[in-house]
């Protein structure tokens, strides 16, 4: 309770835009042109409030049990003005239903397995469905995402995501990806440089979407991913202060 008194969101907001503005400034981009997405798993429903009342209209969760438990809560006192939900973390291909009935947008579609679950549930609710295409492109082990880290991943991912172009009931908006942990984020900066390399090279030879958007940079290096190239960022610990996640 007393940590929840403690954080200012409108303080850290602030100072987050500011940064925003900053980044932009060097990279000579827009602040428009970033989507900020705040990220509220963990975070008790009483700061996402505050969060909303700062303005923000973009919110992103990890997992859908949680979303399914925040979402009916807040669309009640925001049905005049409804902000969009991101779904960011992995979803199982067998929660693909429930994860269409809660998001706005899925940033994290990793497989063609969970693509076409996507699509049929979609269809099924009659929605176009926005999505991004998770790709892990430094090689951790540890990351879900399709492999993009050399040139025959990404050759072989090329092919592989083929059959999206038939998906009528998604709607492939562009690429995502997490940088690796690292103490200086200087060092992030060939992640996301790569990962619009990447964007850039599809819009070439994948011309069945436009692939406009770049989902990456967090609190530990989000100044980099805007210098880079992204246009959406989605920032957690900056906005509603350190978690455990
Ligand atoms: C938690 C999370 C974030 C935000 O992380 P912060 O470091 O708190 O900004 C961004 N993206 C994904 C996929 C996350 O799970």
């Not at 700062?54 to 979402?71: A, I, M, S, Y």
Request: a negative charge; charged letters at 30%.
């Amino acid at each position: 309770m007393g940590k929840e008194l403690q954080v200012n969101i409108a303080v850290n907001l602030a100072q987050v835009r500011e940064r925003i503005g900053e980044a932009c400034a060097r990279s000579g981009r827009p602040p428009e042109a970033i989507t900020l997405v705040a990220v509220t798993k963990t975070r008790p429903i009483g700061q996402i409030l505050q969060a909303y009342e700062c303005g923000l209209r973009d919110f992103g969760e990890n997992r859908v049990e949680e979303l399914e438990e925040k979402r009916p809560l807040l669309d009640n006192a925001w049905s005049a003005d409804p902000p969009r939900w991101h779904m960011i973390g992995h979803v199982q291909s067998r929660k693909a239903e429930r994860a269409v009935a809660v998001s706005d947008v899925v940033h994290s579609v990793d497989s063609l397995r969970l693509a076409a679950r996507l699509e049929r549930f979609a269809a099924q609710a009659g929605r176009i469905l926005p999505v991004l295409l998770e790709l892990n492109v430094s090689g951790e082990a540890s990351k879900y995402g399709f492999a993009a880290w050399d040139a025959e991943t990404l050759a072989a991912f090329e092919t592989e995501i083929e059959p999206l172009a038939t998906h009528e009931h998604l709607r492939v908006c562009g690429l995502m990806t997490m940088a690796p942990i690292v103490a200086d984020m200087e060092q992030t900066r060939p992640i996301f440089r790569r990962l619009r390399e990447i964007r850039d090279r599809l819009r070439e030879r994948c011309s069945w979407s436009g692939w406009e958007e770049l989902s990456m940079g967090m609190t530990d290096d989000y100044p980099v991913a805007i210098e880079e190239g992204a246009t959406i960022i989605r920032i957690g610990r900056a906005i509603f202060g350190p978690a455990d996640y």
